[in-house]
């Protein structure tokens, strides 16, 4: 997990693309967790293949600083399409990943408030519309979610995933 993060930093510190909304692009971190998969929120799983057969969980997101619902229970081996709801007035985003890339992240959002996601792991929601993210759960274990504009998630937008 710290390699993970390590590798995150460097890449975002290394990559032209840094100052650029939208840091998308591989960076291939060297370092293997023995799938294929080895990009954002890779503890976690890997993006899903959408052809697979996905079970559809809806989420919404509001200005009250929280995501409904709050914890999320899924089987290993499960494809998940979210279906992510921005309820309220302001931008908000989905990332899955544990809570140390999400708040590592979160200090790089600090930084560059109107990046974008278009990882697999994450996405940017305007106000009254719907994203989804489709996501395979290879790994059992505990993992959170988070919205990384800044101030979000320290209010308590985050939520919880087991993967049992
Ligand atoms: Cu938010």
Redesign the pocket.
Known sequence: MKIQTVSLAVFLLASPAFAAPGHSGGHSGGHSHGGSYDGHAAALGEPGDPKAKARTINVV?TDE?RFTPETITIKRGETIRFVVKNAGQ?R??MTLGTMEELVEHAKVMEQHPDMEHDDPNAVTVEPGQTRTILWKFTKAGSFDYG?L?PG?MPAG?KGRIIVR
Do not use: S, V
Request: aromatic share 0%.
């Open positions: 997101m600083m302001l908000h985003e919205c504009i979000h937008m």
